[in-house]
């Protein structure tokens, strides 16, 4: 069974969503902290390296694989609390240039910290593997993880959803995004929120972490860090303002690179990123505030 | 008279230029490189200045036009039997020309210039995050094509057999070009116009400057100076693809914003200071002795201690450590400037 244009099949639609799916919750994670902070930032894709470095090493010690991915959770839960007390908390203030800079900084950092302390080579995140063996959906291959990772990206967003449009929290969270000076005025405390974001947005980064360990086994330094290049784009092009559209772009520029990467003989595959990048640039001229968004004729802040 | 109060804004940059190139004389050969070294990345610096400095747009493009540069200059130098051999795939015309040092530094800088000034015609309309990103993609974009197109160099290989013509008074004439040719644009009314877009878009627009040609016109130029600083970087090292990416576009902004990114001298500063210090650790894994005592540090380290700093003075001193101001000799006092100041702190 074949959709039968373009040499489309199945598993590689499957492959579409599975990507689209694991870099709309990092588009979540990295529109989230910009949200509330006004802050870009480039060192998440860290934070998913250190997560997956936590599953290898889990891996290695013959760890069960709840444990691992507790241990998963916990490092990068640690280490973006770390990054915010250290280094944006005492930017907060500051353009946001500069704030941008300071998270490449930290990413070039964290890094070189992960290549002097594990290596250049590649370390295996083995147990999860078994979760790429497929499933027989309706007569189609489909593997686990395409299915795991749609229904993960789902769930997480919709939980998320939830917590921003019916609880106190959220309601903060949404009233400092939108203007941080005033929600403060009338009673938003700053530092929770931040808090909060940050959490939510480290939780995220864990879930991905565990979603690109299995797609991609070998964790290197610059783990991550492609796709973070990638969902920044994509956040960007579908519109960094409002969480919803930011989702949108992430999942569409990861839909869009897991269908071309199927699609595409290995002679032009080799030229994808040309191709999404190309892609991302006119649609910035067209829509320079967002793909997803209405315009508003709006000043841009940044 | 008010000439004159200016001059430090070219000499002191230029002087600083002078200062390293003279102290990678009088040090040993191996570890002159590290001074070369130097001098290619404020070469590179100063470039990133012309347009990020200027206008107050970040850009992560500027490493593009660096390695078209590269490109240009590696494929004009090298000689056309090595070609023949190393490049296969390689376009007839670019197999069969060669130009010799100084034209292809020249023509280096052209076609950075050229295709700055391509990119930036779509480019200069958009502003912030938006004009962030699509820079990005061009650098991507670049990377990509420079990677795997063999028709046009090395594709995943590095440059060898480039003629090493970069020494250090070739690095250190370099680095003066560039900082005389910055000196000269921030002079200029274009320079003035574009910083006044910095400071106020608005304002600068209701004065009847256009953004977009002001933009567009020191992105060219700062193109233009990547490019020349590209093919001198190419006949200092044998460069591929991947060295003129994200790693050397992280470390060259971070230059730039820890020196000071409003100030040319800012640009200079932050490149020697953070090249020196990042050198030194990279020495020092050879072992280096300091003062006396003899310092070994693991690979590694020098990454980390450039990360670090650049946290720390970013925190400490957002505005760089020039706080983004030149060097100029101090005003003469008059009574209306004493009147003036009065003014301003009631």
């Given at each position: 069974?074949?959709?039968?244009?373009?040499?489309?099949?199945?598993?590689t639609?499957?492959d579409?969503l599975?990507?689209g799916?694991?870099?709309?919750l990092?588009?979540?994670?990295?529109g989230?902290?910009?949200g509330?902070l006004r802050?870009?930032?480039?060192?998440?894709?860290q934070?998913?390296?250190?997560?997956?470095?936590?599953?290898a090493?889990g891996?290695?010690?013959?760890?069960?694989n709840?444990e691992?991915?507790?241990?998963c959770?916990?490092?990068v839960l640690v280490l973006?609390?770390l990054?915010?007390?250290l280094?944006?908390?005492?930017l907060?203030?500051?353009?946001?240039a500069?704030?941008?800079v300071?998270?490449?900084?930290?990413?070039?950092?964290?890094q070189?910290v992960a290549?002097l302390k594990?290596?250049?080579?590649p370390?295996?995140v083995?147990s999860?593997?078994l979760?790429?063996?497929?499933?027989?959906?309706?007569?189609?291959e489909i593997?686990k993880?395409?299915?795991?990772?749609?229904?993960?990206?789902?769930?997480s967003l919709?939980i998320?959803?939830?917590?921003?449009?019916r609880?106190p929290?959220?309601?903060?969270?949404?009233?400092?995004?939108t203007?941080?000076r005033?929600?403060r005025l009338?009673g938003?405390?700053?530092?929770?929120?931040i808090?909060?974001?940050v959490?939510?947005?480290g939780l995220?980064?864990a879930v991905?972490?565990v979603?690109l360990?299995?797609?991609?086994?070998n964790?290197v330094p610059?783990?991550?860090?492609?796709?973070?290049?990638?969902?920044?784009?994509?956040?960007?092009?579908?519109?960094l303002n409002?969480?919803?559209?930011?989702?949108?772009g992430?999942?569409?520029?990861g839909f869009a690179?897991?269908?071309?990467?199927?699609?595409?003989?290995?002679?032009?595959v080799q030229?994808?990123p040309?191709?999404?990048?190309a892609?991302?640039?006119?649609?910035?001229?067209?829509?320079?505030?967002?793909l997803?968004?209405?315009a508003t004729g709006?000043v841009?802040?940044? | 008279?008010?000439?004159?109060?200016?001059?430090p804004?070219?000499f002191a940059p230029a002087?600083?230029i002078?200062a390293?190139a003279?102290?990678?004389?009088?040090?040993?050969?191996?570890?002159?490189?590290?001074f070369?070294?130097?001098l290619?990345?404020?070469?590179?610096?100063?470039?990133?200045y012309?347009?990020?400095g200027?206008?107050?747009v970040l850009?992560?493009?500027?490493?593009?036009?660096?390695?078209?540069g590269?490109?240009?200059?590696?494929l004009?130098?090298?000689p056309?039997?090595?070609?023949?051999?190393?490049?296969p795939?390689?376009?007839h015309?670019l197999l069969?020309?060669?130009t010799?040092?100084?034209a292809s530094l020249?023509?280096?800088?052209?076609?950075?210039?050229?295709?700055?000034?391509?990119?930036?015609l779509p480019l200069?309309?958009?502003s912030?995050?938006?004009?962030?990103?699509?820079?990005?993609?061009?650098?991507?974009?670049?990377?990509?094509v420079?990677?795997?197109d063999?028709?046009?160099?090395p594709?995943?290989?590095?440059?060898?057999s480039?003629?090493?013509?970069?020494?250090i008074w070739q690095?250190?004439?370099a680095?003066?070009?560039?900082?005389a040719?910055s000196?000269?644009y921030?002079?200029t009314?274009?320079?003035r116009?574009l910083?006044?877009?910095?400071e106020?878009?608005?304002?600068?627009?209701?004065?009847?400057?256009?953004?977009?040609?002001?933009r567009?016109?020191?992105f060219?130029?700062?193109?233009a100076?990547?490019g020349f600083a590209?093919?001198i970087y190419?006949?200092?090292q044998?460069?591929?693809a991947s060295?003129?990416y994200?790693?050397?576009t992280f470390?060259?902004?971070?230059?730039?914003?820890?020196?000071?990114?409003g100030?040319l001298l800012?640009?200079v500063?932050?490149a020697?200071?953070?090249?020196g210090?990042f050198?030194?650790?990279s020495?020092?894994?050879?072992?280096v002795?300091?003062?006396g005592?003899h310092?070994?540090?693991?690979?590694g380290?020098a990454?980390?201690?450039?990360g670090?700093?650049?946290?720390?003075v970013?925190?400490?001193?957002p505005s760089?450590?020039?706080?983004?101001?030149?060097?100029?000799l101090?005003?003469?006092?008059?009574?209306?400037?004493?009147?003036e100041?009065?003014r301003?702190t009631?």
């Amino acid at each position: 069974m074949t959709l039968a244009f373009l040499n489309l099949t199945w598993p590689t639609f499957a492959d579409g969503l599975e990507l689209g799916g694991i870099y709309a919750l990092m588009a979540v994670g990295i529109g989230l902290v910009f949200g509330v902070l006004r802050l870009v930032n480039f060192a998440y894709g860290q934070l998913i390296m250190a997560g997956a470095y936590a599953l290898a090493y889990g891996a290695t010690w013959n760890l069960p694989n709840w444990e691992s991915i507790l241990l998963c959770f916990g490092v990068v839960l640690v280490l973006s609390v770390l990054m915010d007390r250290l280094v944006f908390r005492p930017l907060r203030l500051h353009s946001p240039a500069v704030m941008l800079v300071a998270t490449f900084a930290v990413a070039f950092l964290l890094q070189n910290v992960a290549l002097l302390k594990f290596g250049a080579l590649p370390r295996s995140v083995g147990s999860l593997a078994l979760l790429n063996a497929p499933w027989d959906i309706f007569g189609v291959e489909i593997k686990k993880i395409a299915v795991i990772s749609v229904a993960t990206a789902v769930g997480s967003l919709t939980i998320l959803q939830l917590l921003l449009t019916r609880t106190p929290l959220g309601l903060h969270m949404r009233a400092a995004a939108t203007d941080f000076r005033t929600a403060r005025l009338l009673g938003v405390r700053a530092n929770r929120v931040i808090g909060a974001a940050v959490i939510l947005s480290g939780l995220l980064a864990a879930v991905s972490a565990v979603m690109l360990s299995v797609q991609d086994i070998n964790v290197v330094p610059a783990f991550g860090l492609q796709d973070t290049i990638v969902v920044l784009a994509g956040v960007v092009l579908g519109g960094l303002n409002r969480p919803i559209p930011a989702t949108l772009g992430g999942f569409a520029i990861g839909f869009a690179t897991g269908i071309l990467g199927g699609v595409l003989s290995s002679n032009q595959v080799q030229y994808l990123p040309a191709f999404v990048f190309a892609a991302v640039i006119v649609v910035l001229l067209l829509r320079p505030n967002g793909l997803f968004t209405r315009a508003t004729g709006a000043v841009e802040r940044v | 008279m008010n000439q004159l109060r200016r001059l430090p804004e070219l000499f002191a940059p230029a002087l600083l230029i002078l200062a390293t190139a003279w102290l990678g004389l009088a040090v040993s050969g191996y570890l002159q490189a590290y001074f070369v070294d130097t001098l290619v990345k404020v070469a590179i610096v100063v470039a990133l200045y012309v347009f990020i400095g200027n206008s107050g747009v970040l850009s992560f493009g500027q490493i593009s036009f660096v390695a078209l540069g590269a490109w240009t200059a590696g494929l004009l130098t090298m000689p056309e039997d090595e070609k023949r051999i190393g490049l296969p795939g390689l376009a007839h015309f670019l197999l069969t020309t060669n130009t010799g040092n100084a034209a292809s530094l020249a023509l280096a800088a052209a076609v950075g210039g050229i295709a700055a000034l391509l990119v930036g015609l779509p480019l200069m309309r958009l502003s912030g995050l938006a004009a962030g990103i699509a820079t990005f993609a061009v650098l991507e974009i670049t990377n990509n094509v420079l990677n795997y197109d063999g028709s046009i160099g090395p594709s995943l290989n590095n440059f060898s057999s480039v003629p090493a013509t970069t020494g250090i008074w070739q690095a250190a004439i370099a680095g003066l070009i560039c900082v005389a040719v910055s000196y000269v644009y921030q002079r200029t009314r274009f320079g003035r116009m574009l910083r006044a877009t910095r400071e106020d878009p608005a304002a600068a627009a209701a004065a009847g400057i256009s953004i977009y040609r002001q933009r567009l016109l020191a992105f060219t130029l700062s193109g233009a100076l990547a490019g020349f600083a590209g093919g001198i970087y190419v006949h200092l090292q044998p460069l591929a693809a991947s060295n003129l990416y994200l790693d050397l576009t992280f470390i060259t902004l971070a230059m730039l914003v820890v020196g000071g990114s409003g100030s040319l001298l800012g640009a200079v500063v932050g490149a020697l200071a953070l090249n020196g210090i990042f050198s030194f650790f990279s020495a020092a894994t050879n072992g280096v002795g300091v003062l006396g005592w003899h310092l070994t540090v693991p690979s590694g380290t020098a990454e980390i201690v450039l990360g670090t700093l650049m946290a720390v003075v970013l925190i400490l001193r957002p505005s760089g450590l020039t706080g983004g101001r030149e060097l100029s000799l101090p005003r003469r006092r008059r009574p209306v400037a004493d009147l003036e100041k009065a003014r301003a702190t009631t």
